[in-house]
Structures are given as C-alpha cells and as structure tokens.
C-alpha cells in the first residue's frame, strides 16, 4: 500500500529517518562520552523502545507509571520514573515493577520520598531514587547544594530506597545552536554545584542524569553527566527543526491528511485539526503555524479546530482540491504521536507495517 491509501488521517514514520536518528545518537553519545538512556514519552511504542536498547541505550526514561507497566509488559527494563510521582495508588503499581525489575524514580521532596518508601518497603521491593535538581528550567527540582545532599541522607534512611544519584532536565537549553551552547555551559555550572556538595559530604553519586534533544551535542561540555535522556530525537519535528538541531529531512513522523474542503475562499480545510497534530503551538522559528505542509510550504497551517485544520491558500502557489492527500510535519511530535492509536510504518513511499503506540493516553 502507498501512503496515499491510508485512510486518514494518519501518523506514519519513515523508517529509514527513524533508524538514521537512532544511529546518529547513540553514536553521539558514544563520541562524548555519555550513556544514552532515551525518554519514551516520544514514541510511547515498545518495539522502538527495544531498537533504542539494541543500540547500546543504559535504559529507558518514562514520565508515567502507566507508561512503565506498558514497557515492562514487552519485557523491557531499566526504566527510569523520571518524575516525582505521588499518590498511593501509582506507587503500589510502581513497587510492583520493582519487586520484578530496575526501576528508578526522581523526585525533590522528602514527602514524596516518605510515599515511595512506604510502597517499597510494604511490597518488599527496592526502588532506586535520583535526587531531582535545578540547573536552570525552573520547573522542578532542588536548589544543587546542601539541601540536595540532605534530601540524598534522609533516603538513604528510608526503607526501600536506595540513594542511586542526581537527575536535572536541561529544557532551557532551546534555541539556535549559540544559545543553546551557551546554555548547556550555565547548566553545568549547575551540575558542578550539585557534585561538589556530594564530594563535599563524601557521599557517592552513582549516576547523573540529564538532557534532552536540543542540548543532547553539548552533553560531553557537562561535566560529571553520566547519562543523557532525549526523547524527541527519534522522530524530530518543527521546533527541533527551527532550532538548527535536526535537518527537516530529519523529521521522521508525517501526518497523512486530505483535504476535505475548498469551498470557502482563502482557505483548504484538511481533516487533521487537534485531535490528530495536538494543539501545542511552535516555540521555535516562525511566530505561529500549527504544523508544515510538506507539498505546499506556502500554505501555512494557520488554525485548527477539533477535526478541521485551516490551510491559508492566498499566497500559495500550489492548486488544491477536495480529496487530494497532503502530509504535515507536527510542532510537537511526542503530543501528536500521544493522539494516535497506531504509527503506520514507511519505507520508499510504500507501507510497510504499523505499530500499536501502546502507552498513549498513559497519564497515570
Ligand atoms: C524530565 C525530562 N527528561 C527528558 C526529556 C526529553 O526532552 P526532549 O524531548 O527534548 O529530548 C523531557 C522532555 O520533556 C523531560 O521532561
């Protein structure tokens, strides 16, 4: 089948990019000096979560306790939890992971370690727990210091736990490529706080986790990392684009549409609205747009509603007309791909498989 048949709309992903991206980052990781150990939250698919292990990966990243049941459910391991989970009820399934496998979890409060604690310890199960730190997102995580090394001593006392080191998340390193370095080089300013208040207090910290897409070329100028966590690399898309930090040939992930209107003047209606491309705008490059029209770049993707996107036609070149197939490259690939039950896989413009996105809609 070629991708003009599949009924739309439709995720698909070029195989030959995506395998292209996996190659191309491990071997980055390699060259620098880091272990690679992907966020799955991208893919949400287990059999690309497996490539990503056959290519060297130390272990897996999820967000969710749901998206690590769906791992673990196709034998996968070494997962880290890299989010400060709360809740009873999510901490249960997690200590049950654990009493089977390795799983850890960052978190930033000693409450949150408490909860975690008591799962662990009431299931028998041993949980390994990365002290979270702020190196300059400002979202979550301690001040790297004094008052991460406590938080370290009061898990070590807990049972259950074992103290296993630090995790950060370099979302701020975004940009082109100069910010973006200069970024990365303030985040290990950060890193180096952290570890220093460790070796100050003789306390052993096994790993250092941090990362992402964007600053995943500048990870061998931070010192101390031992591991890297990018999730969007796999398939790339707008706003790693308009960074400079992928190619657009690059983007592996395509959304299938047709235009299903033309009626009114000005504008093409295509059937992939939020519910299919997600609504999250670009942060990167042009002001606005809400996806990129690979047969017509000059028909922006100005607006979307649930099951409609507005393709502004005036200044395009191209002619379009109902029924005819386009493919969009999303902003944000990992909240598209979160929309779709199944990426239909790609090879020379011919269908060649589909992957069931296991964990989509995986929120707890
Ligand atoms: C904690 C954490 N680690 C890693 C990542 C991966 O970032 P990226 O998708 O830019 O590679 C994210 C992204 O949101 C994250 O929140």
Known sequence: MQIQELSTPALTVDLDTLERNLEAMAALCRTQGVGLRPHTKTHKTPELARLQMERGAVGLTVAKVGEAEVMTLAGLDKILVAYPIYGAEKLKRLAALARRLEILVSLDAEATAVELSSAAASQSATIGVLVEFDSGFHRCGIAPGPEAVRLAKKIQKLPGLAFRGLMTYFGQVWGTSDQRRLEAD???QEVAKALDAFEEARLPVEIVSGGSTPSAEFAGRVKGLTEIRPGTYVYNDLNTYYQGA????????RVVTTVVSTAVPGHAII?????TLSSDPLRAGPSSGCGLVVEAPD???????????????TQSTHKFHVGEVLTVIPNHVCTCVNMHDEAFLVRGGEVVGCWRVAARGKIR
């Open 186 to 188: 303030q985040a290990a």
């Open 246 to 253: 992928c190619r657009l040939e690059d983007c592996a992930t």
């Open 271 to 275: 059937d992939a609205g939020s519910k």
């Open 299 to 313: 028909a922006p993707l100005i607006k979307l509603n649930e099951e409609h996107g507005y393709l502004d036609i």
